[in-house]
């Protein structure tokens, strides 16, 4: 008699089992979920446990099959992956929001004003600064030194370009390096007018005052990477990928990345110094859950707005001129198959056409067979429309936003000819199938919302040039949040734990305010982000 009663029991319990939601630490429901998963692109809701997704699905769906304590209703708003800036300076953006910020100058009279102002407040013994761009000036000429040898007789300055690739010094500041009309640099250039230094270096000549500038203390470059994490999570980005960094800041962000200081994730390209080669060659690739060291940082040429990037012709505005090569050929082919040899990535600035031709072809001479190496060009900017092809295996890395900065002046530098195979952002994808976006901040606005308005509007924001610059080259929308997610997460052989809104990846998105893949793509540069999580932790 007691048998029926007990199958009851028994049955119920079963069901009751199957029918348990799994715990979850927090459950998004419904959201507009873009996922860049091409197999389920779109979602309402997603769970989240010990800071992976545990669930993607229908707001029902997940409702039906979690609980949990902390449930957020977003009444239809927009989430994406956590964004990845595939190629910026993120420890300089700290470092150089302690020094004069002369990003946006229109002329050397406010640039002047801005070092008088910060040194009245700061009253520093060595005065560093960064951003001026004389292509924003009426007179796009280089600046000289003449009015802050007068302003500053006794006290060193020095003032990066905003790319990286000259430097306005005074006359103590070259008295303290040791440059005279004597000086001779390879790879960059002491520029003179009339025989006279003007105090403008451009490329390698930088390297001698750089060695005279006061080291940063500890307190201070701690506070700056905590300055530019600050930066970047109001802006929506959970990875940067840092490109050129020494051992002692590496060991410094991992440090406070343990310590749980230092939130956002880091893909470390090496700075290729002897030094870092003989390192970390031997130390082996580095792998944490927020630090990922697997590659080394090399320059090949300069900039184009400096006339620093090599071309294989003339440039167009200056006669005779090349440019010229930062590391000499023989030491990009050494590292080149050094590099080849271990399991480290080669990530290499090259941004005129002769740069990329040596590097591409470089890279095929060492690779040879290899595969899944994922070698990048930096930039590829000014690409021979004969040598596209050999993208195939190498992964081009670009900024959307130095197309829209440099369309004023660049055909200036190339021609109307050349100008056709540069920002060639389609072409490249097309080839290789895959491209990775960035801002190569602090050169560039940190914004990731900047970056995907230039990739698909070619466009500044005034709204010029009516149709886009070089549109043929631009990017769909879809294209766009693929490269700055996870096609930048494949280029740091890190698609299988980010990039996409997926079971078993890490918990890293944002929350937007509009849907950026359904707004006027004018209105793209106001969004705002609601909301930036890692680990399924709220960050900002």
Known sequence: MYKPLIYLISTFVLISCSREKQQADLIITNATIYTVNDEAPKAQSFAIKDGLFIGVGTSKEIKKQYRSDKVINLEGKTVLPGLIDGHCHFNNLGLFMQTVDLTGTTSFDEIIKRVKTFQEEKNLDFIKGRGWDQNDWKIKE???????????????????????HALLVNQAALDLAGIDENTVVSGGEIVKKNGKITGVLVDNAMKMVNRIIPETGLQERIQALKDAENICLELGLTTVSDAGLGRNTIDLIDSMQQNGDLKIRVYAMVSASPENLDYYLEKGITKTDRLNVRSFKIYADGALGSRGAVLKRPYSDRDDHFGAMVTSLDDLANIARTLAKSDFQMNTHAIGDSANSYILKTYAKELKSQTNRRWRIEHAQVIDPDEFDYFTEIIPSVQPTHATSDMYWAEDRLGPERIKGAYA????????????????????KVNPMLTFYAAVSRKDLSGYPEGGFEMTNGLSREETLKGMTIWAAYANFEEKEKGSIEVDKFADFVILDQDILEVPIDQVPNIKINGTYINGEKVY
């Open 142 to 164: 280089y600046p000289t030194k003449d009015q802050l040898d007068r302003l500053f007789p006794n006290i060193p300055i020095a003032l990066t370009r905003i790319d990286g």
């Open 425 to 444: 952002f389609k072409n490249l994808l097309e080839i290789n199938g895959r491209i990775v976006l960035g801002t190569d901040f602090p050169v560039e």
